[in-house]
C-alpha cells in the first residue's frame, strides 16, 4: 500500500475508535494531502488570533514600537543572530529617533535609552530582576553572574564584598605591578631587537599582549599562580586559550536561539562529538581543570594546616572558608571570575592604548602628567619599576582618559536584561507589569548626546571638574548598576590606571596600518574586534 494512503488510514482509524463514528464518516475520504491543509489552516488561524491579541490586548499593547517585534521575537533575533549583534544599532538608528525613549523589540520586551531610567530599570534593593531566560544562556545558575533569584544573589555577593574592596586589593597591587613589569620588560627586549634591525618602531597585537597580562593577573589572584599559563612569557603573548575565552564570551546572541540544543549537548553529547563540534571547548575545559586544580591544592592544604604564608592577597584562601559547604559552587564562581575579569579588561586597555596612539596630544599630556605625578623618578631618586595606584587615580586626566576607554572602547555592549517584579515598573511615565523583561546596553548610554556632547570624541577633560566627574562617571555603566554591579569592578581599574601609565611612560605608541581607516568592533554580547589584528607601534620612550 501507498505510504501516504498508509498514513492517512491509520489517522483515520485513531480518530474513528476516539469519537462517534457518525461524526467522523468524512474521515474515510481523507487524504494526507487534505491533513497538511487543515493543520496549516489551524496553525494560520492561531498565528492570526495571537498575533491580534499582542497587538491590541497584550499588557505592553500601549508601548511603541514596529508591528513585526510586537507580534514576534524573531524581529530582534534576526537583528542580532543574523545580522551579527545589529540590535542596539538599529535601536539608536531608527527605533529611538521613530518612536521614543521606550521601545516595544518583542512581545513581552522593550528597550529603554533614557539615561534616567536606567538607574531606575538598575537600582539598588532589586527592583527589578535578571531574567531568567538570558541566564540560561551561560548555564551559570549556581554562580553570582546568573543567579535570578534577589535573596540567593544578595547572599553569595557578601561573601564577596570584602574581597574586593579597595582596602583588600591594596594587598595585590604589588601582583599587578609584577605582572606589568614582566610585559613591559618583554616590549623593551622586542624594540631593542628593532633597532638592531634599524626598525623605528616594533609592532606589538595589542590584543595578544593584553589578554596575556590579564590572564596570567587572574591566575596570580586566584591561587597564586597555579596552573598559570604564563602568557606574558609565551611567543608573541599568545596561547590558545585566549580564543577559547573570546568564543565563549561571544555566543550568547546565537545561543538564545539554540538554548535548548546547546544546554543538550552539554550534557548528553559525548565529549568527542562535542569537541568536534566546538574545538574552543578542549582549552576551556583545560582552563576548568587548572582552576579546580587551584582550588583543590588550597582547600587540601587549609584543611591539612599546611598552607603557606603568600606575598599577596590571594582569592582562594580569603575565599574558600566561606564556601566550606560546597567546594564545588566556589569552583565555579573561580571560573567566573577568571572568565569575567580577563576579556574585558584586557579589550579597555587594547582600546584606550588605540586612542592615545591616534592621538599623539593626549598621548605627550598624559607623559606630562605623570612626570607631574612622580618627579622622583625624572629626578632618578625612585628607579622602581612601580607607579602607585593611589597617586594615578587622584589624577583629572589620567581617570578622563580611563573613563574614555571605558566609553568609547563600551567592552559590554550586549543587553543587561532585567524582568519587572510582582509590583511592576514605571520607567518613562510609562507602566510596565509584571515579568516585561526591560533591555539595556551600556552603548546606549555612552553614546547618548544629551549626557555626553559630540560622543565619538575622545576627550578626557570633560571629567575635569569636580561636578562633571561625579555626573558623568554615574553613565559610565560597563561595570553594571545597582545591586548587580560587577563585583570586580576595583581590581579591573587598578589594571587599568596601572597598565597604561606604565606603557606610555616606558612607551611612544603609534597606530599600525590596519588601523589608520579606524577600529571596528561587534556586538558579540562583549566587544569583539574585526577587520584585522590590534597592532601598534612601540618605541622606548627618552626621558628629558
Not at 400 to 427: A, F, K, M, W, Y
Request: hydrophobic fraction near 40%.
Amino acid at each position: 500500500m501507498d505510504s501516504t494512503k498508509l498514513f492517512t488510514s491509520d489517522a483515520t482509524f485513531w480518530l474513528q475508535s476516539r469519537l462517534p463514528s457518525s461524526s467522523l464518516s468524512w474521515l474515510s475520504a481523507l487524504t494526507i494531502y487534505d491533513v497538511l491543509k487543515i493543520a496549516g489552516t489551524l496553525i494560520l488561524a492561531r498565528t492570526i488570533l495571537v498575533s491580534i491579541y499582542r497587538l491590541y490586548f497584550h499588557p505592553l499593547a500601549h508601548v511603541p514600537g514596529p508591528t513585526l517585534a510586537a507580534i514576534s521575537p524573531f524581529y530582534e533575533l534576526y537583528y542580532d543572530v543574523f545580522l551579527g549583534g545589529e540590535m542596539t544599532n538599529h535601536c539608536m538608528k531608527v527605533l529611538h529617533p521613530k518612536y521614543g525613549p521606550l521601545v516595544r523589540t518583542s512581545p513581552s520586551k522593550v528597550r529603554s535609552n533614557d539615561p534616567e531610567s536606567y538607574h531606575v530599570i538598575h537600582a539598588m534593593g532589586y527592583k527589578t530582576e535578571r531574567d531568567p531566560n538570558f541566564a540560561k544562556v551561560w548555564n551559570l545558575h549556581r554562580s553570582i553572574f546568573g543567579m535570578t533569584d534577589a535573596k540567593l544573589h544578595k547572599s553569595r555577593k557578601g561573601l564577596f564584598g570584602g574581597l574586593f574592596g579597595r582596602q583588600s586589593l591594596a594587598g595585590f597591587e604589588g601582583a599587578v605591578q609584577g605582572k606589568c613589569k614582566v610585559l613591559v620588560d618583554e616590549i623593551k627586549r622586542r624594540c631593542d631587537s628593532a633597532v638592531k634591525k634599524e626598525q623605528t618602531w616594533e609592532w606589538v597585537n595589542v590584543r595578544n599582549a593584553t589578554c596575556a597580562l590579564t590572564m596570567d593577573v587572574m591566575m596570580e589572584f586566584l591561587a597564586d599562580g597555579i596552573g598559570s599559563y604564563n602568557l606574558l612569557e609565551s611567543p608573541n603573548f599568545y596561547g590558545d586559550i585566549i580564543e577559547s575565552i573570546d568564543l565563549t564570551t561571544q555566543l550568547p546572541h546565537l545561543f538564545r536561539l539554540v538554548t535548548p540544543i546547546a544546554m543538550f549537548l552539554h550534557h548528553y553529547c559525548p565529549k568527542s562529538l562535542k569537541y568536534t563540534l566546538a574545538p574552543y571547548l578542549i582549552q576551556y575545559e583545560n582552563l576548568e581543570n587548572r582552576v579546580r586544580e587551584g582550588v583543590d591544592k588550597y582547600k587540601e592544604a587549609m584543611e591539612s594546616g599546611k598552607a603557606k604564608p603568600t606575598q599577596y592577597l590571594v582569592a582562594h584562601r580569603e575565599l574558600l572558608p566561606k564556601f566550606d559547604i560546597n567546594a564545588e559552587d566556589y569552583s565555579i564562581e573561580a571560573m567566573v571570575m577568571f572568565a569575567a575579569g580577563v576579556n574585558t579588561t584586557a579589550y579597555t586597555i587594547q582600546y584606550t592604548l588605540y586612542l592615545l596612539a591616534k592621538d599623539k596630544v593626549i598621548q605627550q599630556q598624559v607623559y606630562e602628567e605623570l612626570r607631574r605625578l612622580f618627579p622622583e623618578k625624572v629626578s632618578g631618586q625612585d628607579t622602581t619599576d612601580s607607579f602607585d595606584f593611589r597617586r594615578l587615580e587622584s589624577s583629572k586626566l589620567l581617570f578622563g582618559v580611563i573613563q574614555e576607554g571605558i566609553r568609547l572602547g563600551d567592552p559590554l555592549p550586549g543587553v543587561l536584561p532585567r524582568v519587572t517584579t510582582s509590583h511592576g515598573l514605571n520607567v518613562n511615565n510609562t507602566y510596565l507589569p509584571p515579568n516585561t523583561v526591560i533591555d539595556t546596553t551600556c552603548t546606549q548610554m555612552h553614546q547618548h548626546p544629551a549626557i555626553f556632547p559630540d560622543p565619538k570624541k575622545f576627550d578626557p577633560t570633560r571629567y575635569s571638574g569636580s561636578p562633571e566627574r561625579e555626573r558623568l562617571s554615574k553613565y559610565i555603566v560597563s561595570f553594571g548598576g545597582g545591586s548587580y554591579t560587577c563585583v570586580g569592578k576595583n581590581l579591573a581599574m587598578m589594571e587599568l590606571f596601572v597598565t597604561i601609565s606604565r606603557l606610555v611612560w616606558e612607551f611612544e605608541l603609534e597606530v599600525g596600518e590596519g588601523l589608520k581607516g579606524g577600529w571596528e568592533a561587534k556586538d558579540r554580547w562583549v566587544a569583539a574586534k574585526v577587520g584585522g589584528d590590534a597592532v601598534l607601534g612601540f618605541r622606548k620612550r627618552v626621558h628629558a
